[in-house]
Each structure stands twice: as structure tokens, then as C-alpha cells.
């Protein structure tokens, strides 16, 4: 909860992706780029800040 809400949007539809692909091939990408057309966005906040939300108190 503590994600900006484009991130937290992204995390859900990587899961939901998950239900048509269980994998990270090519098709599951194409769910995640048709449920979020800037995950990229997203996937780049994760990788700079994403340690980051363990470290909350």
C-alpha cells in the first residue's frame, strides 16, 4: 500500500496475468502490456524503490 497507485495497479494486473500464463514468456508479457500499457513505468519504480517498502517503521 505504500507503492504509488500505478504501481499497485501493475502488481495486480502482473497477477492477473498469471491466470492466463503461469510464466513469464512472451504471451504473459502481452496480458501485462494490454491490462497496462505503461507497466514499464511501473516495473522501473519497483527496481529503484521496491527494497524500499520492506523497510516501513
Known sequence: MLAPAHVLD????HEIA???EMNHGAR???H?????PDYE???AWL???G??????G
Open 28 to 30: 504473459y508479457w502481452a
Open 47 to 49: 527496481k529503484a524503490h
Open 10 to 13: 501493475y502488481l495486480a494486473a
Open 51 to 56: 527494497a524500499t517498502l520492506h523497510r516501513y
Open 41 to 43: 513505468r511501473s516495473e
Open 32 to 36: 501485462v502490456a494490454r491490462l497496462r
Open 18 to 20: 498469471h491466470r492466463l
